[in-house]
């Protein structure tokens, strides 16, 4: 079947599903490669008899317009719903004990996840500034965070936060690339506190205030992209090179070889396939590809057997910092979050500063998260619904990845591909979402070969067209 296809987007995440939607609204003919059966990545649900469980975000925050922009290309705006006030609670472990934080700034003063000492040091971060460091480059998340607040309050309470977002090494992690916001506010105010509740106050147009989610489930997002999107499903794309045309890429779908010809293309896999399938055609670019590293995170996913078995309290979800040396890193209570019933448990194991516990088997899993629970709250794991394992969870930005990602962008400047991933700025939604338009917007100013549907110019044969 000869198709017109202007371009191949490989890999069907979110950064891929953004990159197809928006080239196609932009008049292109694509077609979105996915080695999987269903589209998503790691945005996923699966439907249990006890309910919707996310393979891996829970939920979304308003205030990025790029999510809006992504829903509005696939007609879910209306399927976001607003997390309900009972999650908004939120939980850090300190001294092996649940203390509660609402998001409010008179909370800090009251909660018991801050000692005084803690207390203090945030007082006189946010009320005497003082200047950023004269060094320019690039420093670790911890370093940061500690010249603010002190050693002890990053270590008992700050990395419990970070936990949550990085699953990461503070270490390791690049300040700049993690939090450019804290970053920025140092240097404008003398304070990331005051930095960062002046950034509160503002707001980008098209951003919504408030934690959204979907009440059937982020793999909702996946459902509605194939529906909208011509898709090649279940093909694993291996070996990418150019031709005169534009791009060759083969693999296999199912066992049976396959190739694909487009003028351009978007990858939009882990950095570490998309290195392997550019390693021959742009060795500069694979080369930085395979620098990148992520986190691995195994999901241990249950719900209670019996109402208020499991003793946590309800609200949005624990995390513990490493000083606390519990087995997991943290329990997401999804099942609060719209309020529903029987209340259902993500808990968290694995992350950068413990890989191999992601790598246990289900039974040692459970057996280490029942010892947490025992300490924390003295209730029951009740009944494990599944076991979700991601290997490469969470992408790491590490010190210097502004660096990488400036090498990275000028060894694509001019070439039919780009790439786009939750690694260009960030490892969060809205960073992959963020690259997925940036990538079709790049894609599109380049031109002069590439055709438009509805032109006569025929730049690349498919060899067959699955519409998932
Ligand atoms: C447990 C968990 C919780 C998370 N929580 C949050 C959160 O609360 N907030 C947040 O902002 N972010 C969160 N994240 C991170 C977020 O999920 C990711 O940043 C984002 O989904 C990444 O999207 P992506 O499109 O870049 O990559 P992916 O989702 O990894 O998509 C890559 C796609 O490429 C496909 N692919 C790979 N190789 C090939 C190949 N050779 N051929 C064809 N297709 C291929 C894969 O199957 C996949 O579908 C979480 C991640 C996990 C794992």
């Excluded at 992520?294 to 996913?301: D, N, R, S, W």
């Excluded at 019933?341 to 246990?360: D, E, V, W």
């Excluded at 088997?361 to 998260?369: I, V, W």
Aim: aromatic share 8%; proline share 5%.
């Amino acid at each position: 079947m000869a198709e017109h296809l202007d371009v191949l987007v490989v890999g069907g995440g979110l950064a891929g599903i953004t990159a197809a939607l928006e080239l196609q609204r932009l008049g292109r003919r694509v077609l979105l490669v996915e080695r999987a059966a269903q589209l998503g990545g790691k945005a996923g649900s699966t439907e249990t008899s006890l309910g919707s469980f996310p393979t891996g975000p829970t939920s979304f925050n308003g205030r990025h317009p790029a999510f809006w922009r992504l829903l509005e290309l696939l007609g879910l705006t209306e399927d976001a719903t607003r997390l309900r006030p009972a999650s908004a609670s939120r939980f850090i472990v300190r001294g092996g004990k649940l203390r509660g934080l609402r998001p409010s700034p008179l909370s800090v003063l009251s909660t018991g996840a801050l000692t005084l000492g803690d207390k203090w040091s945030l007082a006189k971060e946010f009320m005497w500034p003082s200047p950023a460091r004269a060094d320019l480059s690039d420093e670790s998340l911890e370093s940061l965070l500690v010249r603010r607040f002190g050693q002890k309050t990053v270590d008992h309470f700050l990395a419990a936060v970070m936990t949550g977002i990085f699953a990461g090494d503070l270490r390791a992690l690049s300040a700049q690339a993690c939090m450019p916001a804290l970053v920025t506010a140092e240097k404008e105010y003398g304070s990331v506190i005051k930095g960062a509740l002046k950034a509160m106050k503002t707001s980008e147009p098209g951003a919504r205030a408030g934690l959204y989610t979907f009440s059937k489930g982020f793999g909702v997002v996946g459902e509605r992209a194939a529906q909208r999107l011509s898709c090649s499903m279940e093909t694993e794309l291996d070996s990418l090179s150019f031709t005169p045309e534009g791009v060759t890429v083969t693999g296999r779908r199912k066992n049976e070889p396959v190739e694909f010809h487009a003028a351009r293309v978007v990858i939009a896999t882990e950095a570490d396939v998309a290195a392997r399938l550019l390693g021959r055609a742009l060795p500069a670019a694979a080369r930085v590809l395979s620098e990148f590293t992520y986190a691995p995170v195994t999901l241990l996913q249950w719900a209670e057997q019996v109402p208020g078995d499991s003793r946590l309290p309800p609200g949005f979800g624990y995390l513990a910092a490493p000083v606390e040396e519990l087995f997991a890193l943290g329990t997401l209570f999804v099942g609060d979050l719209l309020e529903e019933s029987p209340r259902r448990f993500s808990t968290f194991i694995g992350g950068a500063l413990n890989p191999s516990r992601a790598a246990l088997s289900d039974g040692e899993l459970l057996a280490g998260f029942r010892g947490d629970l025992n300490r924390l709250t003295g209730g029951s794991v009740g009944q494990v619904m599944q076991v979700v394992r991601w290997p490469r969870a969470v992408f790491q930005p590490t010190v210097g990845h502004a660096g990488q990602v400036a090498r990275l962008r000028s060894s694509l400047a001019g070439q039919p591909v780009a790439l786009a991933g939750s690694y260009f700025g960030g490892a969060a939604m809205k960073d992959a979402i963020i690259s997925g338009f940036a990538a079709a917007e790049g894609l599109s100013a380049l031109s002069p070969t590439l055709s438009f549907a509805g032109e006569s110019e025929v730049v690349g044969q498919v060899e067959s067209l699955v519409s998932a």
